[in-house]
């Protein structure tokens, strides 16, 4: 086994990885950006270094930095966790290159095969897994992508290669709109995963979603661990997730089940590793297959009682899987909430800022999985999800009645969560019976119901002035080495967020080295001077511009697109409130701005 593991990433994925090593003996190594510095999963690990600023391109998805970071903490492996890094197949094959580190996933070789959607699509076809009609190889124009709409039938998806969760996916229903979507999935998938080729697929419009957890170690050994049900869905990005399938009957579960195997044997793959499809009545497509860990692994951990993280070291340090295809059973029913810092009353639009109380729920059957305490600030960078709330009991039924519980029982301030639309949903009628398909959010459940869920249970308060921390921060230099050390005050007032480092070392101080060239540059580039005259498009929220459609002199009308802002992974289009005429643009792509900081000058 390991002696050091450096996690790539950040939040409650990282925690749980942590935890996982922790478990085997094994210390641990985090990254961390400029905006993340306090994070759970910083104060979590036993060592912590910053690799950049605020803006995940130079920080969290800086190969270099990170391999570097690696060696020099000594660690002897990489776990990617999930999102970031995970299933690109350049920086594993840069950590396989390099000398006494090991990359805890599947091998660069098995990514380049099965990560790219549209040789996944061919490897599964050879396997005789029915795959989703659609092309076999990127599509280069969007003349090429009206052709295809022609020839396959409207609606049709466009979807980026190195895509998942929605992210770099377009769904196109005429071809007047291609080029627009052709050009936005592209844009995606060049920011989120650093590949801006896209495909085209048939778009079925109402199935279900259901995904098959593998693992497969290096001794030829290949496990399925049950199916999850991910058909909650909002703008093709789950929100709840579920094991085993409501909709699935015996045969067909175990049709789904072995295809999924069959599937990663003959590409060779070894590692965690999870395969989705559509189903459609009794019939199911393969539709990619996600080359890491999955942020709904938990609910598969319910059922089976099997630690699916702690079998992806285990693998990596190339041991054998212990137990055969038959030894797995599943035992009850489990959901995951994915509890996010978002307005569900506002179209889900992110909400940073403050955790003034947080306070998740307990007692049997609950487990979360967090990466942040009271006090905490959730920035505006990245991902949304805060924690995930999975609750798991011996039927469907008592789960939902053991979910209801526990969703009244989690309590947040500060920022809006998606946690009232949760308890909404573990009443409403459709979700219960489990008749849901993947459009149900978005065309069938009526948006008033959310809003007055949120009225209902949303929190009292938001946006109030970060909780009064308890710790000193303090810059040292040993030797030319730069340290960051946090002390701990001593009897901290009751509710006041803080608390010592939730490392094993012990201490309540931590070494925070800096890697060489670090900068402490959050990213942003400071509040621009408005000099026109006229009406003023401010950002209203944190991020980073992707596109900016205008030029000064251009003529618009209400609801034209300004430009593309990108905030907590998701694309928002800046649009026009009133017609006129462009007279500044005070951003260009690739800028960082904060909430409130002016973007277009309209006059």
């Known amino acids: 086994m390991f002696e050091k593991v450096l996690v790539a990433n950040r939040g409650e994925i990282a925690v749980r990885v942590m935890r996982a090593a922790a478990e085997l003996g094994v210390e641990t190594v985090a990254v961390y950006s400029e905006a993340d510095r306090d994070a759970g999963h910083v104060r979590y690990a036993d060592e912590a270094y910053k690799v950049g600023p605020a803006r995940a391109a130079e920080s969290y998805l800086d190969q270099e930095a990170i391999v570097d970071v690696a060696k020099r903490a000594g660690a002897d492996a990489i776990h990617p966790g999930y999102g970031f890094l995970a299933e690109n197949a350049s920086f594993a094959a840069r950590v ?120 497969a170690d290096e001794h030829g050994n290949v ?156 920035t505006g960078e990245y991902d949304s999800l805060i924690a995930k709330l999975i609750v798991h009991a011996g039927d469907r039924v008592e789960c939902l009645a053991r979910s209801d519980r526990a969703l009244a029982e989690f309590e947040v301030e500060g920022v809006h969560t998606t946690i009232p639309f949760h308890r909404l949903m573990v009443a409403d009628e459709t979700f219960r019976e489990g008749t849901h398909t993947t459009d149900y959010l978005d065309e069938t459940l009526d948006p008033a119901r959310i809003d007055e869920a949120v009225e209902r249970w949303g929190p009292t308060s938001t946006g109030g002035e970060t909780a009064e921390t308890v710790e000193r921060h303090f810059t040292v230099e040993v030797d030319g080495k730069r340290f960051e050390v946090e002390l701990e005050e001593r009897n901290p007032p009751a509710g006041s967020g803080g608390g010592s480092s939730r490392g094993r070392s012990g201490g309540s101080a931590s070494q925070r080295p800096s890697p060489p060239g670090g900068s402490d540059d959050g990213g942003s580039s400071g509040t621009p001077d408005v000099s026109a005259e006229g009406e003023t498009v401010a950002a209203e929220m944190q991020g980073t511009i992707l596109d900016v459609a205008v030029e000064v002199g251009d003529a618009v009308e209400p609801g034209d697109v300004l430009c593309v802002l990108e905030a907590m992974k998701m694309e928002n289009d800046v649009v026009a409130g009133r017609g006129g005429t462009v007279a500044q643009v005070l951003v260009e792509a690739g800028q960082s701005v904060d909430m409130g900081d002016p973007l277009v000058v309209i006059e």
Request: glycine share 10%; aromatic share 6%.
């Open 96 to 215: 396989e290159a390099a000398d006494g580190i090991t990359w805890i996933g599947p091998t660069s070789e098995a990514m380049e095969r099965l990560g790219g959607k549209t040789r996944a699509r061919r490897v599964m076809d050879e396997a005789d897994v029915p795959v989703v009609p659609g092309t076999t190889d990127p599509v280069e124009s969007a003349d090429e992508v009206r052709a295809l709409g022609e020839e396959y039938g409207y609606p049709i998806a466009i979807k980026a290669e190195g895509g998942g969760g929605g992210r770099g996916m377009k769904v196109l229903h005429e071809g007047d709109d291609a080029a627009e979507a052709f050009e936005s999935a592209r844009r995606e998938g060049e920011a989120y995963f650093d590949d801006p080729s896209v495909y085209v697929e048939k778009y079925l419009e109402a199935p279900r979603h259901v995904e098959v957890q593998i693992i």
């Open 223 to 378: 496990r399925h661990l049950g199916e999850r049900d991910c058909s909650l869905q909002r703008r093709h990005q789950k929100v709840v997730e579920e094991a085993p399938s409501p909709a699935l009957d015996d045969d067909l579960r175990d049709q789904i089940g072995q295809a999924a195997r069959r599937g990663v044997d003959a590409a060779d793959y070894t590692n965690a590793g999870t395969v989705e499809f559509l189903v459609d009545g009794e019939e199911f497509y393969f539709m990619e297959v996600n080359t890491r860990i999955q942020v709904e692994h938990t609910v598969t951990e319910a059922i089976t009682g099997i630690d699916v993280v702690k079998w992806q070291l285990r693998i990596a340090a190339g041991e054998a899987l212990t137990f055969a295809q038959d030894d797995v059973s599943l035992s009850g029913h489990a959901i995951e909430y994915r509890i996010n810092a978002e307005n569900p009353a506002k179209d889900f639009s992110p909400t940073p800022g403050p955790l003034e109380t947080y306070d998740p729920p307990g007692g049997i059957g609950v487990r979360i999985d967090d990466g942040v305490r009271q006090g905490d600030e959730v």
